[in-house]
């Protein structure tokens, strides 16, 4: 029998979350980012991270604020409506971190070529960019077969991915829907699985649609329940998008003394993601919950 | 014509980045402007036409609200396919992308963009946010399109970074360095529009925005500009390009100034 692998947020990242370890966190791009975990890797005050993910909005540029971060493996630091990460760009000219600069695509496959147990992968993309000079995970490789040029992209193995879902089980048994970005290759490549999940299900819930299972549930370390643990992004079958949190932190990030209040207010004043919740309010929380929902049909699994 | 004699900069610049979208085409859409192009020439006339987003969304229709960003759920809503960031970038790989559209920082003479640092990666003056998707679909799509400011310091000979790869140092750079496709085929500016020397993969200037003058061009490019000869003005955005682009756009974030 599997034991519950049901633990609070805090016991996860203490147990999970080392200092100088890689953490894949954000895989989605836009949706689904692991706010609530990312959050609690601050308050912990972890050291030495690696970051890696695709684009994982503002959660990045939080993270590396905090002091937590020594190297990113990235394709994008930023702010996806306003643009500029000022905590990144601050933290690479004053040389505090080191910046792998990968393309989605080439992240993708990074993790992929790690899920995959192979050491590298070949792509057709980033030839003739600059990435390869701020990339030691980027060289050049020429077919075997056709003797044509392509990059050749190396394997990535997260120590730990943190992954947002929409429910599950107390195993991992987890089901996630809307776009995926790279969360299921950062998944299979990851050593660990940390799963933050909006609901915590039975496993015959879970079982009984396995197609949209993300990950075996024996690849998983963690399950947390965190209810709101995506907001400010947008979580698919849950809560839209709270553009004003975006739009604010672009102000609140400006300098590091703004940073270091809104760090204040948003993550040392809190102690988890339930009063985080509860400090956002009910009232507040409602404008953001989803009020055109959309049902699928279900389909049969029977035999 | 039926235009509308109100209208922004950003405007002009989303209905223009709008028709150099074909009807059937797939399309590979950006962050920002682009968002609002895609949706513009879906509306008006480019009902086939195929969204690709590299959060994994692919869109035969347009969003069912307006959204500020591919990652907002009406975006999601009823999509032709979620699936993952690979998938997309697989369709693109394997030359299925038309056209793509992407912006930058800094652009050189032969398209070349940076949007992930100045000065030098050894010495970095400004780290800029990266690639995100821009690099590949710079190198994988049939064709792409540059949308950005036109100012001097961003209109450089020769970028400190290259992101997303143009036509290198000229013609034959791309297949040299492997490049299997592909390049940028036009600029849209804040102060006009752009399309590529066929011969010399330059950037040659082949329309104005209204009330700009080559003079104000060449003063805000630090090369000497090439100028077509027909250079025109761009036209107008239409009553009805700016009524469906204010009906997805509606309180001007993107496209209010």
């Not at chain 1, 029998?1 to 016991?11: I, V, Y």
């Not at chain 1, 989605?28 to 959050?39: S, V």
């Not at chain 2, 590949?136 to 400011?149: G, N, Q, T, V």
């Not at chain 2, 000869?229 to 107008?236: A, G, I």
Request: charged share 20%.
């Amino acid at each position: 029998m599997t034991t519950s692998k049901l633990m609070d947020m805090t016991d996860a990242i203490s147990r999970w979350v080392v200092d100088g370890c890689s953490v894949a966190i954000g895989a989605n791009l836009e949706t689904a980012i692991p706010f609530a975990a990312g959050h609690e890797i601050m308050r912990q005050e972890k050291r030495r991270l690696t970051l890696i993910g695709p684009i994982s909005d503002i959660l990045f540029d939080q993270i590396i604020g905090a002091g937590c971060v020594q190297r990113v493996q990235a394709a994008w630091v930023g702010n996806v409506i306003t643009g500029v990460g000022y905590n990144f760009r601050r933290a690479v000219e004053q040389g505090q971190i080191n910046v792998e600069d990968h393309s989605n695509l080439t992240i993708s496959m990074a993790l992929q070529a790690g899920a995959m147990g192979v050491s590298f992968l070949p792509s057709r993309t980033a030839l003739g960019s600059d990435l390869f000079a701020t990339n030691p995970g980027l060289k050049f490789v020429t077919c075997p077969f056709t003797s044509q040029k392509h990059a050749a992209i190396a394997a990535i193995v997260p120590d730990v991915a943190i992954v947002h879902v929409q429910r599950s089980d107390l195993f991992g048994n987890a089901h996630a829907w809307g776009n995926m970005g790279i969360t299921r290759e950062a998944c299979l490549s990851s050593r660990n699985v940390i799963l933050t999940a909006e609901e915590i299900v039975s496993t015959e819930m879970i079982t009984r649609d396995p197609n949209r299972i993300l990950t075996p549930g024996f690849k998983v370390s963690a399950v947390v329940h965190a209810p709101w643990g995506a907001h400010p992004s947008p979580m698919p079958g849950y809560y839209n998008r709270d553009h004003a949190v975006f739009l604010d932190y672009q102000t609140q990030s400006r300098t590091p003394e703004l940073f270091a209040s809104w760090m204040n207010q948003w993550v040392r004043s809190i102690s988890s993601i339930h009063q985080y919740a509860e400090t956002l309010g009910d009232a507040y929380l409602s404008r953001l919950s989803i009020t055109h929902h959309d049902y699928s049909e279900p389909v049969d699994y029977g035999y | 014509m039926d235009t509308d004699s109100v209208y922004t900069r950003s405007e002009l610049m989303v209905a223009a980045a709008s028709r150099q979208i074909a009807d059937g085409e797939v399309v590979f859409v950006g962050m920002r402007l682009p968002l609002l192009g895609f949706l513009v020439a879906k509306s008006l006339r480019a009902p086939n036409a195929v969204g690709v987003y590299e959060l994994g969304i692919i869109r035969d229709t347009v969003a069912s609200e307006p959204i500020l960003t591919m990652g907002d759920l009406p975006n999601l809503y009823r999509s032709q396919w979620l699936a993952d960031t690979r998938d997309t970038m697989s369709l693109l790989q394997q030359g299925l992308v038309d056209v793509s559209f992407i912006g930058g920082a800094q652009v050189d003479r032969f398209g070349n963009l940076n949007t992930t640092l100045t000065g030098s990666s050894v010495n970095i003056t400004t780290r800029l946010p990266g690639s995100g998707g821009a690099c590949d679909l710079a190198c994988l799509a049939h064709r792409h399109i540059i949308i950005m400011a036109h100012e001097r310091r961003r209109f450089m000979p020769r970028v400190d970074y290259i992101t997303s790869p143009g036509y290198g140092d000229g013609k034959g750079w791309r297949e040299s360095v492997g490049l299997i496709r592909g390049g940028p085929s036009a600029v849209i500016t804040t102060m006009g529009i752009f399309a590529f020397d066929h011969e010399t993969c330059e950037m040659v200037l082949t329309s104005l925005h209204p009330g700009v003058t080559v003079e104000m061009v060449q003063e805000q490019t630090d090369w000497p500009v090439r100028i077509s000869t027909e250079l025109s003005q761009t036209p107008l955005p239409t009553h009805q390009e700016l009524s469906t682009l204010r009906r997805f756009d509606p309180n001007g974030y993107w496209t209010g100034k």
